[in-house]
């Protein structure tokens, strides 16, 4: 099968031809139909958090089910699935919590890589446990959750990562109710999700912050009552003319900038939270002033993955989307081949892209 392998950190992506193990026990080959390119993918691509290099990358995708490891019940040949990056193994005490995306098990797929190269043998990295630029993946059957024939497989490959990181960070880990006040730093691809979360949730005010008048404008679109420019001098001032006087109940930081972490704690009231998103490369550290954080019993908060349990939450997510609540469509900017993914990735570097996403016949 052909791939996008990652050969030395900041390079172009190479088209390869990638020999792919079969399914386990307990594991799923899907052949993929779309893969979308999540900032997290460039950020492994330029070694921005080290990692085992020749790699294949990719971690948003769906696809069509082609054979199932012994004790997968959940999935069959032929279901239409989205594949995440999230394993679970259902048993441990995060799982027993509910807590999926913090699993603690040892997966024999984290052990050994099911990717070589055809040419030479030699083990390819499964880039952040998908490897999702490529024609066929194998991954644990937990990472894959089925989905109805009508949805558009390039739609609905944004659900395993993008979507369910910026709308789960607000509807699951802060638990956003109607009525509270919710700032988005950032309106990306994640960012636009999380807008989109929030009115889901009935948040009032939606206050969207991007250095783009292009995504400002986006994610008035996507359910954001108000759009600034972070930059602003009296950003702070003008959230709060738009809050009744108030800070905001919630700061979703959705860009891994460490001027976005800083600001965001300046955008909070009384009992508010920062919601840390966006992922920074290594090294990246925020400030903040905890006499503050405890004088006005603030918080600040982790999300990983929209603290997403997929099997629940993309169902509900799915048929937000066929409910006309929930926007896909309007996040894919272009569909690119995989013999173009490096004009995908650099238009995604430029900022001009919500969502790339790479398809292939299915």
Known sequence: MKAAVCRAFGEDLRIEEVD?????????RVKVAACAICHSDILMADGAWGGQLPAVYGHEAAGIVEQVGAGVAHLKPGDHAVVTLIRSCGQCPSCARGAQVRCEAVFPLDQQSPLTAHATGESLGHGLRTGAFAEYVVVEGSQAVAIPREI????????ACGVITGAGAVLNTAGVRAGDSVVVIGTGGVGLNAVQGAAMAGASPIVALDLSPAKRAAALKFGATHALDPAAADVAAQLRALNGGRAADWAFVTVGAKAAMDQATGLIGRGGAVVVVGMPASGVMAAYDPGWLAADEQRILGSK?????IRIDIPHLVAAYQQGRLKLDELITGRYPLERINEAIA???????????I????
């Open 20 to 28: 792919l193990a079969p399914p386990g026990p307990g594991e799923v």
């Open 347 to 357: 238009a995604v570097r430029r900022g001009e892209a919500l969502r790339n996403v």
């Open 305 to 309: 993955m929209g603290s997403a349990r």
């Open 359 to 362: 398809v292939f016949d299915a």
């Open 152 to 159: 558009r497989l390039d739609c609905a490959s944004l659900l």
